[in-house]
């Protein structure tokens, strides 16, 4: 919330979400959603809106000296901690980095910063994007975005995990005799992973008949497992070696890879629990990575 008031005291400073977008490092659209959220959040409006221009509404005139007063409030509040290593980290991660590499970096990051709560955000890639871009999250772990990123915003790579093709123990090595066979179980096309799968398939004029479409790749591996279908998955971050009842098939053509790593603000960076963070998950990824190679 405080980061909200602070967004809106900067818009009724400039009159203009994209000059405040400028001084905060943020986009226009972020600006835009998190006075949105503010305006929810009061039950009002704060800015009267006409085509590109906005000035403050009757509402928002009473409520600046307000948010201005408790971001003082805050500031003053935030000189009393006399450094000690506490506050918050709000970190967002697709579902396989939570079960296979948060879990490990977290205890290297609590050995040194045994005072800084984390809250772990789940979702898709593209809905951690935003999130990121709206300042909603100190980090997030996620899938490289196709598009190019904002300047403000730092990629740094993890892990590149290479899909294969799953079916249930049996199956032949073929992978259209096994599509004529068992029913598919989509990788969701709303997120970023599922939308490769998708431009795999078309690529290859593989068209299987659809059985149902899950955002966790784990969740259709065990699917898979129990004969309900076959399914394309990135293969890195589950536990293909550990599940029974299932047959690895290698893909046809070019390697369909996506690459896993972090999506940090620069200014963010500048905080030492978000480095020792991001240092901890590079270290695990690195681990993990030799790890899965001795199991080739």
């Known amino acids: 919330m405080i980061r909200y008031l602070r967004t809106f005291v900067v818009a009724a400073e400039t009159a203009s979400f994209s ?44 409520v600046l000296p307000q948010a201005t007063s408790i971001l003082q409030l805050f500031e003053g509040m935030k000189g009393k901690n006399n450094g000690a290593d506490t506050g918050s980290l709000s970190v967002g991660a ?60 730092k990629w740094i790579p993890l892990i590149h995990e290479r899909y294969v093709g799953i079916a249930p123990a049996g199956a032949p090595t073929d992978l259209k005799a096994v599509f004529d066979t068992w029913p598919f179980i989509r990788y969701t096309r709303r997120s970023h992973g599922g939308q490769l799968v998708d431009r795999f398939l078309k690529r290859h004029g593989f068209w299987p008949r659809d059985s149902m479409e899950l955002d966790e790749p784990a969740v259709i591996l065990k699917m898979v497992s129990e004969g309900l279908g076959c399914s394309i998955i990135p293969g890195e971050l589950v536990p293909l070696d550990s599940t029974p009842g299932i047959e690895v098939l290698a893909l046809p053509g070019q390697p369909l890879i996506r690459e896993v790593g972090i999506l940090v603000r620069l200014a963010a960076l500048k905080a030492p629990p978000v480095s020792s963070l991001i240092e901890s998950l590079a270290q695990e990824a690195q681990r993990f990575s030799k790890a899965q190679a001795v199991h080739r």
Do not use: W, Y
Request: a positive charge; one cysteine or more; aromatic letters at 2%.
């Open 19 to 62: 000059a405040a977008g400028n001084r905060l490092g943020l986009t226009q659209s972020a600006v835009s959603t998190q006075v949105r959220r503010l305006e929810e959040e009061l039950g009002c409006v704060l800015f009267d809106r006409t085509g590109k221009a906005v000035r403050l509404s009757a509402t928002g005139r009473e």
């Open 94 to 153: 697709i579902s396989t980095v939570q079960s296979a590499l948060l879990p490990k970096a977290l205890q290297r990051f609590q050995r040194e910063h045994a005072g800084v709560h984390v809250n772990v955000v789940p979702g898709t890639s593209i809905q951690l994007l935003t999130q990121v871009d709206a300042r909603d999250l100190d980090i997030a772990v996620m899938i490289k975005p196709r598009l190019g990123l904002p300047s403000e915003l």
